[in-house]
């Protein structure tokens, strides 16, 4: 681990901000990069006295164990020594549907989509911590997942907090990422590690740099891959943002999974998007995941233009009741789950242009 004039390049503890290395104002003795404006002032966990640090599943700077975690991290928790380098593959629709993993081939025998996703935890078991014995047994993803070999395969790595933080300790012990970079997925979005409103600031800037990490050890086994933009503040996209001119990496994705709820659309996600859609390269491909909503996709669209690519489980999910997306929303037309899916397959994709990426990732 790094250190500064004798001291870990650690948050401090007990949220001191004066003697926190990251902090804007910190005192010159301990300063190093001005990464953080202060304290979370909406954290649950301030002044924490629990003792057992190791079984706390929250990263601030009064963990007995942060030095460790700092290492974890590469004793730094800016971004500046991490990149993405990967372009995009050549037939990127700008629809994805995403599959549980299962019947794909009866799927695509009715509708002969050029790309297909899947879930981390269809590929990762949350229980045994260790990839599924489908995807061990020397085939590609696309013979995994039954269809034609000119498929274009995504591993979507998004999932619960304990799936991607179990993904995250035993990546290197069972060389994970090897192992994925074995199956010659077309493409992976590297898991993003979660950044809650009630979590300190330091949990905030390690997941944030966590996100960089596991996307350039995918990249490096020579996946191509696209990272995670995840923020809090401002202070964090223009951080990100900054990065990713200067790294430009093919695309970023953002995952919206969770954001259900329209208070969280209109707080979080539609403002700090906004502000991507201004701030980012304009050639920046744009991937975001968990979007099903007619009027979300239409906002989308006119922030990101024909550089969108949107990814959602929902026309698997509706199919599996025989139901259908529509221009009026979901409709149960009682209809077989090939057919189902096709439907809203082409509906959702209907609602986003045409577009071609050249092989170099641009549009």
């Known amino acids: 681990m790094s250190t500064f004039l004798g001291m870990p390049t650690a948050p401090a503890a007990r949220c001191d901000c004066r003697r926190c290395p990251w902090y804007?104002?910190?005192?010159?003795?301990?300063?190093?990069?001005?990464?953080?404006?202060?304290?979370?002032?909406?954290?649950?966990?301030?002044?924490?006295?629990?003792?057992?640090?190791?079984?706390?599943?929250?990263?601030?700077?009064?963990?007995?164990?942060?030095?460790?975690?700092?290492?974890?991290?590469?004793?730094?928790?800016?971004?500046?020594?991490?990149?993405?380098?990967?372009?995009?593959?050549?037939?990127?629709?700008?629809?994805?549907?995403?599959?549980?993993?299962?019947?794909?081939?009866e799927l695509d025998e009715v509708i002969r989509w050029p790309a297909y996703a899947v879930g981390l935890r269809r590929v990762f078991s949350p229980r045994t911590h260790a990839l599924y014995p489908r995807w061990c047994d020397g085939r590609i993803a696309a013979e995994v997942l039954d269809v034609p070999d000119t498929t274009l395969t995504v591993l979507s790595g998004y999932g619960e907090d304990p799936l991607v933080e179990a993904f995250w300790t035993a990546r290197h012990r069972d060389d994970l990422i090897t192992r994925i970079a074995d199956l010659r997925f077309g493409l992976v979005l590297a898991p993003n590690y979660s950044i809650y409103g009630n979590w300190p600031r330091a949990e905030h800037l390690i997941n944030m740099r966590r996100s960089l990490i596991i996307a350039a050890e995918f990249a490096a086994a020579g996946i191509p891959t696209v990272p995670n933009l995840y923020w809090y503040r401002l202070e964090d996209l223009r951080r990100q943002a900054d990065w990713v001119a200067e790294t430009k990496p093919a695309a970023v994705a953002v995952n919206v999974q969770t954001v259900r709820e329209n208070n969280n659309w209109q707080s979080w996600a539609l403002p700090g998007l906004s502000w991507l859609a201004e701030n980012l390269p304009p050639d920046a491909v744009v991937i975001l995941t968990g979007l099903s909503r007619r009027d979300r996709i239409e906002t989308a669209l006119d922030l990101f233009g024909n550089r969108l690519v949107v990814i959602s489980q929902n026309p698997a999910q509706y199919a599996l009741h025989g139901a259908v997306m529509t221009a009026d929303g979901r409709q149960d037309v009682h209809a077989c789950i090939p057919d189902a899916f096709a439907r809203s397959v082409r509906f959702m994709a209907s609602l986003l242009p045409h577009r071609t990426v050249t092989a170099g990732g641009g549009l």
């Open 24 to 105: 804007v104002d910190a005192e010159p003795a301990v300063a190093i990069a001005p990464l953080c404006s202060g304290c979370n002032s909406d954290c649950a966990y301030c002044g924490c006295a629990r003792s057992d640090c190791r079984a706390c599943p929250i990263r601030c700077g009064s963990r007995t164990d942060i030095d460790a975690w700092m290492r974890d991290v590469g004793g730094t928790l800016e971004f500046d020594d991490l990149a993405v380098p990967a372009s995009l593959p050549t037939s990127l629709p700008a629809f994805i549907p995403q599959v549980d993993g299962s019947g794909v081939a």
